[in-house]
Nanobody, 125 residues
Framework: QVKLVESGGGLVQAGGSLRLSCAAS????????MAWFRQAPGQEREFVSA????????RYANSVKDRFTISRDNAQNTTYLQMNSLKPEDTAVYYC??????????????????WGQGTQVTVSS
C-alpha cells in the first residue's frame, strides 16, 4: 500500500495559479503511474491528468489542456500539478492517485489503486 498526501490547495482568483503536490510513501515510486482527479460538489470524480513512470508521457483532460501541467520528481517521490489561468469551474477537491500496474495513462478512476485525502481548490470570479 502506498500513502499519498496532497498539499498546495487554496483560494485563488480567476486567472491565478496554484501548484499542487502529492508526496508518496510506502512503495517504489518509480514503478507507478500517477494521476490527478477532481470532484466538485454534487458531481462525479473526473480525470484531470496522468503521467507515466518516467515522466516522459502525460495525458490531460480537454478542459485543462494548455493550462495545467503534470510532472514528477522520482528522487523526491512527488507528483506535481501546476495549474495556470484558473477558472471558477476548476473549483473542486483535487485527489492524487497511483496506478501500480502503470500500463497506460488511464482516465478511469477504477484503474487506480490508492488515493490521497484530497486538497481543496477554490477559484473565485
Amino acid at each position: 500500500q502506498v500513502k499519498l498526501v496532497e498539499s498546495g490547495g487554496g483560494l485563488v482568483q480567476a486567472g491565478g495559479s496554484l501548484r499542487l503536490s502529492c508526496a508518496a510513501s510506502g512503495g517504489t515510486f518509480t514503478y507507478y503511474g500517477m494521476a490527478w482527479f477532481r470532484q466538485a460538489p454534487g458531481q462525479e470524480r473526473e480525470f484531470v491528468s496522468a503521467i507515466s513512470r518516467s515522466g516522459t508521457n502525460a495525458r490531460y483532460a480537454n478542459s485543462v489542456k494548455d493550462r495545467f501541467t503534470i510532472s514528477r520528481d522520482n528522487a523526491q517521490n512527488t507528483t506535481y500539478l501546476q495549474m495556470n489561468s484558473l477558472k471558477p469551474e476548476d473549483t473542486a477537491v483535487y485527489y492524487c492517485a497511483v496506478d501500480f500496474a502503470a500500463l497506460f495513462l488511464s482516465t478511469q478512476s477504477s484503474d487506480y489503486d490508492d488515493w490521497g485525502q484530497g486538497t481543496q481548490v477554490t477559484v473565485s470570479s
